[in-house]
T-cell receptor, first 114, second 114 residues
Framework: GDSVTQMEGPVTLSEEAFLTINCTYTATGYPSLFWYVQYPGEGLQLLLK?????DKGSNKGFEATYRKETTSFHLEKGSVQVSDSAVYFCALTQRNTGGFKTIFGAGTRLFVKA | GAVVSQHPSWVICKSGTSVKIECRSLDFQATTMFWYRQFPKQSLMLMAT?????????EQGVEKDKFLINHASLTLSTLTVTSAHPEDSSFYIC??????????FGPGTRLTVL
């Protein structure tokens, strides 16, 4: 079945450091790919998305490119801030016979130190 | 995007009692809502898909008689945890799907069963 694998955390960085959180997926067909962010005690917020191969999603300085050849959707940010501390979830959404289904990765916790 | 609210944001109850959690789509008529459960430091697990005017579709392993879902209108879905026990303590999150593949999440409800 479909699956999403993302790097284990926690990831601890200093402010202004470069961030990469790896995400790879296994899916039949052509899923849409997402990054969601969860701040402490809150629900998930959509961070960015890409719907087809070679699309780049971007938001708030974060970027991720849909790489079909490597089945990856790595999240990057050039300079992190303390306010970026959160849990980041990679996910795919696939159409199936019952409608659309979303598969989430396990989440990667990011700590950014001042 | 879409604005989704949940009520209550947190609840503490005694073992054996029932708890109702509301999920409202504030700016969008949602024919389908989703209920997720999230254990501490873990990813989201889809419990069920809530369909307006019809029975919910439960994921494998989720007890439909324990987690009652009612989607009586296009803006409201409720999840009732019946005869709650400490192992039901968790973070419950609902979402709506506004476009074909993008979900918008509520802020979550933290349930603690004593």
């Amino acid at each position: 079945g479909d699956s999403v694998t993302q790097m284990e955390g926690p990831v601890t960085l200093s402010e202004e450091a470069f961030l990469t959180i790896n995400c790879t997926y296994t899916a039949t067909g052509y899923p849409s790919l997402f990054w969601y962010v969860q701040y402490p005690g809150e629900g998930l917020q959509l961070l960015l998305k890409a719907t087809k191969a070679d699309d780049k999603g971007s938001n708030k300085g974060f970027e991720a490119t849909y790489r079909k050849e490597t089945t990856s959707f790595h999240l990057e940010k050039g300079s992190v801030q303390v306010s970026d501390s959160a849990v980041y979830f990679c996910a795919l959404t696939q159409r199936n016979t019952g409608g659309f289904k979303t598969i989430f990765g396990a989440g990667t916790r990011l700590f950014v130190k001042a | 995007g879409a604005v989704v609210s949940q009520h209550p944001s947190w609840v503490i109850c005694k073992s054996g009692t029932s708890v109702k959690i509301e999920c409202r789509s504030l700016d969008f008529q949602a024919t389908t809502m989703f209920w997720y459960r999230q254990f501490p430091k873990q990813s989201l697990m889809l419990m069920a898909t809530s369909n307006e005017g019809s029975k919910a579709t439960y994921e494998q392993g989720v007890e439909k008689d324990k987690f009652l879902i009612n989607h009586a209108s296009l803006t409201l879905s409720t999840l009732t945890v019946t005869s709650a026990h400490p192992e039901d303590s968790s973070f419950y999150i609902c979402s709506v799907r506004k476009q074909t593949d993008t979900q918008y999440f509520g802020p979550g409800t933290r349930l603690t069963v004593l």
